[in-house]
């Protein structure tokens, strides 16, 4: 068992098998020392815990939960590209898209979800840049999305 792994079971979560992506594109790639994740929905053994609007049907809550699942699912997209997550040495980068009601402003609320977890995950390595943006409608219906970018060694 990885040195992640074994964090991860201490957290009582585990890293799932890479999603299939919904269009032309890939999962991941490297670029120099970082991966960049595509964006990555909260899909849960390939399908969406729930669609909508946060503020509307989905509660900031619930997205806030999907957020952390955006973070599991970037890891096994990020696991795919590089071997290991292990190698993973730094969170550089995260930008969540929320799927809002017009009325809803917590946007930033919603994407801490990824934030903290990604921050018990790797400790001071997990702090990271992060912008978190309210839109209209996103792949699928779903209520989060989210896209990462990681130092590897």
């Not at 957290?11 to 992506?21: D, R």
């Not at 952390?68 to 590089?82: D, E, G, M, P, Y």
């Not at 792949?139 to 989210?146: G, H, R, S, Y």
Request: charged residues 15%; proline residues 7%; glycine residues 8%.
């Amino acid at each position: 068992m990885s040195q992640l792994d074994a964090r991860l079971a201490e957290l009582g979560l585990e890293v799932p098998a890479t999603s299939k992506p919904v269009a032309a594109y890939l999962p991941a790639v490297t670029s120099g020392n970082l991966v960049y994740t595509s964006g990555q929905l909260p899909m849960v053994d390939g399908a969406l815990p729930a669609t909508g609007k946060v503020g509307a049907s989905v509660s900031p809550e619930d997205a806030q939960r999907f957020a952390r699942q955006c973070v599991l699912n970037s890891l096994a997209a990020a696991r795919t590209a590089i071997g290991s997550l292990d190698r993973i040495t730094r969170v550089v980068k995260v930008v969540g898209f929320v799927a809002s009601d017009p009325s809803f402003t917590g946007q930033p609320a919603v994407i801490n979800g990824a934030s903290e977890l990604l921050q018990e995950i790797f400790g001071e390595a997990g702090q990271h840049a992060r912008s978190a943006v309210g839109v209209a409608v996103l792949p699928l219906d779903a209520p989060v999305e989210i896209e990462f970018v990681f130092e590897f060694a």
